[in-house]
């Protein structure tokens, strides 16, 4: 796992920008973002039920789970983590088309390193507490800086009639968003652990984000005159739940194993990567790639690297931050 964990992380990463390009275009289509963001949730929804009806493991997890909560193996509301993951889709549609994905990731970017740290220093996930080594603190600020420089010329130039003040004001949601998402890690982590699989946190998962989506239409088109959704024919705007699956189960897996610091950063260096890939392969008028934007990019691997080697920390300098002591 000491290689693969990361690997698998940055695979799974790159899931997000894939959904937050495909989820921002539903959202134009639809002519609303939150009915975008319901019909992702929802598609995911049923493929997890599907999943947990067909694989054997999905079935023993379901049965499992009500005896996990009975005996308070986890605590009833982390099968709310999936509140979290609505969040981040809902930011995803209604965000996206006016940041760019290069912007809207840089900002998750950032909420999910400072997560990162205090997650696994508070020690929400299954794995317990973990000790913030120097090379942990150092290779998650390396990679926050990379990302800056990356996108910093998308933040310069604005995008269209966003203004930079704009559209920094604007990435403070996604940030927030990113945060949120290693709690929601954690929290799923913790579940498929006691349950013996991450079917039953995904599923779990989806189906509260559903609900608090569902609620969410019904009271912003009530409180709104709302047009009918225009549905559209691509089939690729439709693969937002799937990619959602994939991260989430995976994140559910790995912070098991490489803790929750760890799987966040892989993901993040897998969003940079996607972003990338998708800026220069399928370009739009928010896209904007130049050799700053590349060497970004390449900064964030740098400081995976750091972050996930097995350094040797100084023992003095882990105890003291063990205790919480300057």
Not at 170 to 192: C, D, E, K, R, Y
Not at 207 to 235: D, K, M, N
Request: hydrophobic share 55%; with cysteine; charged share 5%.
């Amino acid at each position: 796992m000491a290689i693969w964990g990361p690997v698998a992380s940055v695979v799974a990463g790159s899931m997000v920008s894939v959904q937050s390009r495909v989820n921002g275009a539903l959202g134009v289509h639809l002519g609303d973002p939150y009915g975008a963001a319901l019909v992702s949730f929802g598609s995911g929804l049923i493929l997890c039920v599907i999943g947990v009806l067909v694989f054997p493991a999905g079935r023993r997890g379901m049965r499992a789970l009500p005896g996990v909560l009975r005996t308070r193996t986890v605590p009833w509301w982390y099968l709310l983590a999936g509140v979290f993951g609505a969040y981040l889709v809902a930011v995803q549609t209604n965000v996206t088309v006016l940041l760019g994905v290069s912007v809207f990731i840089l900002s998750l970017v950032v909420g999910q390193a400072i997560g990162g740290l205090l997650v696994d220093r508070v020690g929400i996930g299954p794995g317990g507490p973990k000790p913030l080594s120097p090379y942990r603190l150092v290779g998650t600020a390396l990679m926050i800086v990379a990302v800056f420089v990356a996108m910093l010329p998308r933040i310069l130039t604005g995008s269209g009639e966003v203004t930079p003040a704009t559209l920094l004001g604007l990435a403070l949601l996604p940030m927030l968003a990113g945060i949120f998402s290693t709690v929601q890690t954690a929290w799923n982590a913790a579940i498929a652990a006691a349950a013996g699989t991450p079917f039953t946190s995904t599923l779990m998962n989806f189906v509260a984000g559903t609900v608090a989506l569902v609620i969410t239409v019904v009271v912003t088109r009530s409180v709104r005159e709302a047009a009918p959704w225009q549905w559209p024919t691509q089939w690729w705007l439709y693969i937002g739940g799937a990619a959602g699956i994939v991260f989430i189960a995976a994140a559910a897996v790995l912070a098991r194993h490489i803790g929750v610091l760890q799987t966040s950063l892989g993901m993040v260096t897998g969003m940079l990567l996607a972003a990338l890939v998708l800026d220069v392969a399928l370009p739009t008028p928010t896209s904007l790639v130049t050799p700053v934007t590349v060497l970004g990019t390449l900064g964030t691997l740098v400081g995976l690297v750091v972050v996930t080697l097995p350094w040797r920390a100084a023992p003095g300098f882990v105890r003291r931050i063990g205790r919480g002591s300057p």
